[in-house]
């Protein structure tokens, strides 16, 4: 039998950094929050459709993950990444072949855009920030595959007027694409536009927003309910959330020239060739999947079929869900346990278990302990 191939080792500074593969990640964290919270918004609210996933794409080169890569929903909170991620971590025997998200660091920089507060917990879904060394330590990571939204901060941060309009993708996606020899898996989400509709933003307000730790300020019909009602801060619209994949994108091959000669130039001109690929593509799954992004009378149906947890699966009831699960996750310490939506008065003890709740309920005064508590222990503009 042939002995396997040596892997070369990491460069120092990679070795080093690969504690990032488990500082946060925990698997229970995600089983238990799936069973007892995604699934039911999922199955209600968001009704998510992986389309293409059937086979789900396996690596081309097995010592490098996969780079799934995704067009972000504007003006709204990262519900359409949640969504996704727990859809694949359904589907997937053993979580095989599962992307691990590269997220926006101001996601972990405060508490205050982790839902509803609830520390840590992007990086306990296994969301690693996305700066360079962690992007390139990353591609070294075996376990899983890798997620991210090349679009950056400002492709959340689009209007609704840019909806399904690709911003400038990342060069760094190609640049390790090409560098490691991975493929890109493209795949587009549907009807993430609709999770907060007809928000538009401004450049110079969004700049003043993200010395806060907020990548955007949307500017819409919920801008005031958000100030007096804090909870819609986190909330979403009831959009089918379609997630289409798309044709696999190999760089290495679109290139003429030894990879150590590219320039950033050569980089951002690939770039540019990647986004009108995946903006082809993306326009054609809108056109199949886009039309109907509420299908109210599905909503309803589903609302039936489930109304033995109300208001479990309605935006205004989440506050209380998550506020619970991480106190019995966090603060009790337990792992296999099953929150009891469906029996009488479960949201009432919720709000009496998690006084904290309440704020989120206060018009206006509410966002005073909100924020005390979301920018504690901040890492606004510090370093990892």
């Not at 278990?353 to 309920?361: A, K, L, S, V």
Request: charged fraction near 20%.
């Amino acid at each position: 039998m042939p002995t396997p191939p040596v892997l070369p080792s990491p460069p120092p500074s990679i070795q080093a950094n690969q504690h990032i593969y488990s500082d946060y990640f925990r698997a229970d964290f995600v089983e238990t929050l799936d069973r007892n919270i995604l699934q039911l918004l999922d199955r209600v609210w968001f009704r998510s459709r992986l389309i293409g996933f059937e086979n789900f794409p396996e690596r081309n080169n097995p010592e490098r993950p996969l780079i799934f890569a995704s067009n972000h929903s504007g003006m709204a909170f990262p519900w359409d990444a949640m969504v996704a991620l727990a859809h694949m971590w359904r589907i997937l025997p053993g979580q095989r072949g599962l992307p691990r998200p590269l997220s926006a660091p101001l996601l972990s920089q405060s508490t205050l855009m982790n839902p509803f507060q609830v520390k840590d917990f992007w990086k306990k879904c296994g969301c690693v920030d996305a700066t360079t060394l962690n992007f390139e330590t990353m591609m070294y990571y075996q376990d899983h595959n890798l997620m991210l939204y090349p679009e950056g901060v400002p492709g959340i941060g689009k209007g609704f007027n840019n909806k399904y309009k690709l911003q400038r993708l990342a060069s760094s996606m190609v640049r390790h694409s090409v560098n490691h020899r991975t493929d890109i898996m493209p795949f587009y989400t549907i009807n993430g536009e609709y999770l907060n509709p007809y928000a538009y933003s401004w450049e110079w307000l969004n700049k003043l927003s993200k010395k806060i730790g907020i990548p955007f300020i949307p500017m819409g019909p919920i801008v005031l309910l958000v100030l007096l009602q804090p909870w819609s801060f986190y909330m979403a619209y009831p959009a089918q959330l379609s997630y289409v994949l798309g044709s696999r994108i190999r760089p290495y091959e679109m290139i003429d020239k030894d990879p150590a000669d590219l320039t950033r130039e050569d980089y951002t001109a690939l770039s540019e060739k990647v986004r009108q690929l995946m903006q082809t593509e993306m326009d054609a799954a809108v056109a199949k999947y886009g039309q109907r992004p509420y299908r109210w009378r599905d909503l309803w149906q589903r609302m039936k079929e489930n109304w033995r947890y109300f208001p479990f699966f309605l935006p205004i009831a989440w506050p209380a869900l998550f506020r619970e699960f991480e106190r019995l996750y966090v603060h009790e310490g337990r792992r296999d346990f099953k929150m009891k939506l469906d029996k009488p008065g479960a949201w009432l003890r919720m709000v009496w278990r998690n006084p904290f709740t309440i704020t989120f309920f206060i018009p206006i005064l509410g966002w005073i302990p909100i924020a005390i508590r979301g920018y504690k222990g901040h890492n606004i503009g510090g370093k990892e």
